[in-house]
């Protein structure tokens, strides 16, 4: 199946500075990607749909200034936890595919990056 | 809004036991439903799915059916391999303009040989 790579698997920061993750998709085109936030023993919580060449989507209750998302072309998409601070601590999954209209489309999921802002 | 709650892990299970991960869902409209694995250091990977009412999703062994009179996507196997120890994620795309997945909170299954 198609291949979502997403980068760094684990990365710690300190608190105040920021944060970029990065989702691409190997062998397929991505005009959407999402973006997710894991609390220990919670759901996978949808943050935002990065739509290629456009503004993302963000779920009510996300701040979009804090989680800015950057979709540049079709395989790849960024998220940048900006001023980072202990409670941004999560881990964040990425996936693409299963967007807009793709009722039936499969969704891949990149391995996912745990955050420990200190 | 629409939701998703599974079973509570951990879920330990002995080699070639029965398998059941319990899954139900809320929701206004008509949703496909999935189940996802996670196993150590990887992604989430579509274990099965079900589109409409009675579908029942396989695959490598697993099974799930989805019961629209019990709002249900259980997951079921018949024996289960230490290889089969991850974490399950239950989930429904809400068919809606946006067709978002809506997760359950994942099970961890760990078979011991």
């Known amino acids: 199946g198609a291949v979502v790579s997403q980068h760094p698997s684990r990365v710690i920061c300190k608190s105040g500075t920021s944060v970029k993750i990065e989702c691409r998709s190997l062998?397929?085109?991505?005009?959407?990607m999402f973006w997710y936030r894991q609390f220990p023993k919670q759901s996978l919580m949808l943050m935002a749909t990065?739509?290629?060449?456009?503004?993302?989507?963000?779920e009510q209750g996300v701040e979009k200034d804090k989680f800015l998302i950057n979709h540049a072309s079709l395989t790849l998409s960024t998220l940048t936890v900006t001023s980072a601070h202990p409670e941004d601590s999560s881990f964040y999954i990425c996936?693409?595919?299963?967007?807009?209209?793709?009722?039936?489309?499969?969704?891949?999921f990149g391995q996912g990056t745990r955050l420990t802002v200190v | 809004g629409d939701s998703v709650t599974q079973m509570e892990g951990p879920v330990t299970l002995s080699e070639e036991a029965f398998l059941t991960i319990n899954c139900t869902y809320t929701?206004?409209?008509?949703?496909?439903l999935f189940w996802y694995v996670q196993y150590p250091g990887e992604g989430l990977q579509l274990l099965l799915k079900?589109?409409?009412?009675?579908d029942k999703g396989s695959n490598k062994g697993f099974e799930a059916t989805y019961r629209k009179e019990t709002t249900s996507f259980h997951l079921e196997k018949g024996s289960v391999q230490v290889s089969d120890s991850a974490v399950y994620f239950c989930?429904?795309?809400?068919?809606?303009?946006?067709?978002?997945?809506?997760f359950g909170t994942g099970t961890l299954l760990a078979v011991q040989p």
């Open positions: 996936s693409a595919g299963g967007g807009r209209g793709g009722m039936n489309t499969e969704a891949f």
């Open positions: 062998d397929f085109q991505a005009t959407t």
């Open positions: 990065s739509n290629e060449g456009s503004k993302a989507t963000y």
């Open positions: 929701a206004t409209g008509y949703p496909s």
């Open positions: 079900a589109t409409k009412a009675d």
């Open positions: 989930a429904l795309r809400d068919g809606g303009a946006t067709n978002k997945l809506i």
